[in-house]
């Protein structure tokens, strides 16, 4: 099976989630949606105009949104609570942990504008820690989605789980991905290439440069696998041994290199099935750049991906 | 004392007996704050809520949030006496696998809200819950419980400022003035005067009340349960350690066991306070 980025354009996810989110709300009264003075970054306002008495404003407070999100569960809604990722995942750290995941509340946390899409805005913007924050919480479902298709499909899944869900979402354009297999299931990866070299482990904006990646190995006689891993938390455990069969590992993702993407399946490769890996992501707090030049600076393309993949294979070969 | 008062009377002085015990069987606990907190929640729980214990998550409910997560003494012997587990679970207070875990916990104990226990936490899901009731235009109540020392976090006036944005007005917080916190006085801490002044100026009405008075309580709560269009802040003036001469107004008894004397003779001044 052989998948292909479409060259028909590109999209920000954002359209996708605001798109689906309003059509959950259309035929599902106890949709609403909570936010931070962030109706314009959340791209809400078509929501705001159809359901005003549904969108829910705090103000720029986001621990309050949280927990305000964590009550409207308990009144029977279904949250939608959207704010820019870097404030919504660590200024209201304990309340997702507290007020969603301990207390086990059907809130959904929409991460907007994440990774660096802020770019020039710097550190305290960049929301590259989130991943690896909100795996350690138990009892909490994180998902990468890696276009619009899938975006939409995570977010329905997500209304339809009974739970706390974090959904992070991409501002980067990406394009919509060629699959054969169009099915979403919370906690299953999908494999977009078969491969047997080696395996590319990629979410979120990374997957379609993991693509492009394995197609240039390819050309090299190399044959990589593309897992597109949306769903870090449950990770699919069963494609990661499938991944781990090939040798060698390398994750992708937009955010740190340590502890989201790549910690999780180093983990579950130390512990069943030890390979060789390479774990691409940012080092820690990043210099002033777009969020093109931080991607292209750190190697999140495909020339990072395939640079790595080759010099993981001479490790393999060892 | 009319008959409603005088049955709160007799469940706090049961609640404040029963907690204690508990303490001293699990050999920890924190009972100058439910002591403080025991009247508030006996009235609600006896006299006030609307609920069905055989169905603790009926929609139309009214919601108690216990915001200071930690006095659970006083809650689970509430939630024991209102009948939503059975009253000997409370023997296994904070023992292995026990439901009563230091902090109540929802997703196994019939009754709780909201998990709680870091401080900051029960008033926004509280007002959560009231915008809830407000789009759907539902009657149920909703209160919550803070303890005074828990106002200094700044969640807490996060969520009081869009509570009087909205006109929460099925909204109540009580408030447990004990004014002590951990290891001092709320005013020499970080002080928390003119509180009443502060909850008006974010858009709530105000009422004072005397926190181990079951009479004013339930004056002050009826009053809250008619139909309002701001929220209401009962500011409930209360003593930490209250029922108990040598835990009142100290501190040091936030946390603590009674020794076997001390817990004697703590059960005979409350057994002597219903002979009375």
Redesign the interface.
Known sequence: MSAAAAPTGLFDCRDAYVRTVEQLAADDDRI?AVVNDSVGSSKLGKFRDRFP??L?N??I?E??M????????????I?FVSGASCFLSARAL??IK??CA????NVKLCGISSGVAYGELGATHHSIEDVAWLRAIDRLTVIVPADPWQTAEAIKAAAAHDGPVYIRISRMPVPELARTDATFRIGQAERLRAGTDIAIVANGTLVHHAVSAAQRLEADGISAQVINMATVSPIDTAMLAQAAATGAIVTAEEGLAHGGLGGAVAEYCATHSPVPMRMLGFPGFLPTGSTQWLMDRFGLNADGIFAAAHDLLKVKAR | MNLRASRIKSRANWMRRRLLAMIVEAGQGHPGGDLSATDIIAALYFDILRFDSAEPAAPGRDRFVMSKGHCTGALYTALAGAGFFPEADLDTYLKPESRLNGHPNRTYLPGVETNTGPLGHGLPVAVGIAVAGQIDRADYRVFVLTGDGELQEGSMWEAAMFAGHRGLGQLTVIVDRNRLQQGAATEDTNALEPLADKWRAFGWDVAEVDGHDPAALLTAFDTACRPRSKPLCIIANTQKGHGVSFMENQAGWHHGVPNAEQYAQAIAELEAEMVA
């Open positions: 609403v008495e549904r829910v705090v103000g407070a621990q309050n949280v927990g305000v999100g964590a009550g409207l569960a308990n009144g029977g809604k949250p304990e309340q507290a007020d301990y207390s086990h509340a």
